[in-house]
T-cell receptor, first 115, second 116 residues
Framework: GDSVTQMEGPVTLSEEAFLTINCTYT??????LFWYVQYPGEGLQLLLK?????DKGSNKGFEATYRKETTSFHLEKGSVQVSDSAVYFC??????????????FGKGTLLTVNP | GAGVSQTPSNKVTEKGKYVELRCDPI?????LYWYRQSLGQGPEFLIY????????DSGLPNDRFFAVRPEGSVSTLKIQRTERGDSAVYLC??????????????FGPGTRLTVL
């Protein structure tokens, strides 16, 4: 079945450091890929997405590129802020069988950014 | 407008009891989803409603779990004979139609269920 593997946390960085959170996936079809973020005390929010190979999703300074050859969708940000402290989830949705409404999530990565 | 709301925010119950968890989706959203998030895990899909009907309930773990959406808006997740392994955060999400690559799923804050 479909699955998402993301790097285990927690990740602790200083403000203005470069961030990478690795995400790889397994899917039999051609999935759409997503990053969701959960800030403390809030619900999951869509951060960015990419729906086909080589697409780059971007939002709030975060970027991720859909790499079909390496089945990866790594999240990056050039300069993190304290306000980026949150749990980040990589997810996919697979068109196979018409289930393009269902999200399959990774385990999440806790990011803490210190001033 | 208001986002997705869930009540209660916390529910503590005893093993064997019956619980109901409520989800109020964003107004006008025809698609509604339930997910379950166990400690240290990502959310796992439970069920998807399109309007009043359950289009996919393949994620419900067993027949103790049931969900309804009788008027196409509010949904209730019902768990009978609760077990300690049911303890988790139950998340509800809604979207305008249902195709996740074109149609963002908006999540509620969740209900934390603890079964003693």
């Amino acid at each position: 079945g479909d699955s998402v593997t993301q790097m285990e946390g927690p990740v602790t960085l200083s403000e203005e450091a470069f961030l990478t959170i690795n995400c790889t996936y397994t899917a039999t079809g051609y999935p759409s890929l997503f990053w969701y973020v959960q800030y403390p005390g809030e619900g999951l929010q869509l951060l960015l997405k990419a729906t086909k190979a080589d697409d780059k999703g971007s939002n709030k300074g975060f970027e991720a590129t859909y790499r079909k050859e390496t089945t990866s969708f790594h999240l990056e940000k050039g300069s993190v802020q304290v306000s980026d402290s949150a749990v980040y989830f990589c997810a996919l949705s697979d068109w196979r069988g018409g289930s393009n409404y269902k999200l399959t999530f990774g385990k999440g990565t806790l990011l803490t950014v210190n001033p | 407008g208001a986002g997705v709301s869930q009540t209660p925010s916390n529910k503590v119950t005893e093993k064997g009891k019956y619980v109901e968890l409520r989800c109020d989706p964003i107004s006008g959203h025809t698609a509604l989803y339930w997910y379950r998030q166990s400690l240290g895990q990502g959310p796992e899909f439970l069920i998807y409603f399109q309007g009043t009907g359950a289009a996919d309930d393949s994620g419900l773990p067993n027949d103790r779990f049931f969900a309804v959406r009788p008027e196409g808006s509010v949904s209730t997740l019902k768990i009978q004979r609760t077990e300690r392994g049911d303890s988790a955060v139950y998340l509800c999400a809604s979207s305008r139609r249902g195709q996740v690559d074109t149609d963002t799923q908006y999540f509620g804050p969740g209900t934390r269920l603890t079964v003693l």
